[in-house]
């Protein structure tokens, strides 16, 4: 009773006051049986009651016994916690650590929101039709390459800003507004009704952006609760924060420093000693692929089926290290779909040496 005491106080401070918080400590109950280690399993109803605090509270991030509401997972995206070694008490210090969120240069990704630009398709035409360069794979990358640094500035030079559009709409519609609280002009409504369309088109754009960032793939059509997509982006900035143990026990925390650490390490794991396995254990594998098999699978893929494969890629799964989505292969197949299927084709027949820009990899 003590116990649901709490949670019910807390919840009432939670809906009271929607500010960043962070709650943790020795709350002496589980969430679910798998964090209880010994003893005999009891249901006194806490962890119901703990679990309903939890959820209604709208906790979003639990790490181990600390948690941090959606608005504190804005406010601190770099938050971390750390287990501190348990050494006079029974308990396992934790070090929450409230990091300066460091501004790091972001990377080129497409965004499905350049799609509703009435010139973003002639833009991409002209792009891909400036360059053409060597054999099937390495013209793909030489035409991605290309498009992708002109996008950069279309995106800078022509598409524009889009919290900037919005809070440039936003004034316009309430500068006209408050007009019309004046008089009555229609040629002052027209311009409003104008400027609420505009507001809308490039809210739909936000929230495009917005679901690119956050990478969400459960979201249903019509759900677009803003505070959900920005604590999604915060949660996965906090989750790609990759930090290095080094060998002295301490860590490694920014980029320059872990880029030579992991260089050193797999520079070492591959210059080591060659391992040469047995080929003689090959002769007790039982063979499974049939001729007919082999020459099924070797068969090289046609144009719809190529098409197809690219078209079951999810439109807003994480990009490659060219940073082009499958939203991109979609929209744009009847511009690149050609191209594509050359190169495909192409390394199928001879096996073309890869270009760098596929086949390295994000790490």
């Not at 918080?21 to 798998?34: A, H, K, Y």
Request: proline share 4%; hydrophobic share 40%; charged share 25%.
């Amino acid at each position: 009773h003590a116990r649901r005491r709490i949670w019910d106080n807390l919840l009432y401070v939670n809906r009271s006051l929607k500010v960043p918080w962070i709650i943790g400590g020795d709350f002496n109950v589980i969430s679910c049986w798998e964090e209880k280690k010994g003893g005999r399993f009891y249901d006194d109803g806490s962890m119901y009651e703990f679990n309903s605090f939890i959820i209604q509270s709208g906790i979003y991030k639990r790490i181990d016994k600390v948690f941090i509401n959606p608005e504190g997972l804005i406010k601190f995206p770099e938050i971390n916690l750390t287990l501190l070694p348990r050494i006079l008490s029974d308990h396992t210090p934790l070090l929450v650590c409230l990091e300066r969120h460091i501004v790091r240069k972001s990377s080129f990704k497409f965004m499905r929101m350049w799609c509703e630009h009435d010139s973003f398709y002639p833009f991409v035409i002209q792009c891909w039709n400036e360059i053409s360069q060597g054999p099937g794979l390495f013209n793909l990358a030489a035409k991605l390459s290309h498009l992708r640094s002109r996008l950069k500035l279309w995106n800078r030079n022509v598409f524009g800003d889009v919290d900037q559009q919005l809070d440039g709409l936003t004034f316009d519609i309430q500068s006209l507004d408050d007009s019309l609280c004046h008089g009555w002009n229609a040629d002052v409504f027209t311009k409003l009704q104008e400027k609420k369309a505009q507001f809308r088109v490039w809210q739909n754009r936000k929230y495009m952006m917005l679901e690119d960032k956050a990478n969400l793939h459960w979201l249903k059509e019509g759900d677009r609760n803003s505070k959900v997509f920005h604590a999604a982006i915060k949660d996965r900035v906090s989750i790609n924060r990759i930090s290095i143990k080094v060998e002295d026990g301490s860590y490694c925390t920014d980029s320059e420093s872990i880029g030579r650490l992991a260089v050193s390490h797999f520079s070492e794991l591959f210059s080591g000693q060659r391992y040469y396995p047995d080929t003689a254990l090959l002769q007790d594998v039982p063979r499974m692929i049939t001729a007919e098999d082999n020459e099924h699978l070797s068969t090289r893929p046609g144009e719809e089926e190529i098409k197809k494969a690219v078209f079951d890629l999810s439109a807003v799964s994480a990009p490659g290290p060219d940073r082009f989505t499958g939203a991109f292969y979609h929209k744009c197949w009847d511009i690149i779909g050609k191209d594509v299927v050359v190169a495909i084709h192409q390394f199928w027949e001879d096996g073309t040496i890869l270009p760098r820009s596929i086949s390295s990899a994000n790490i």
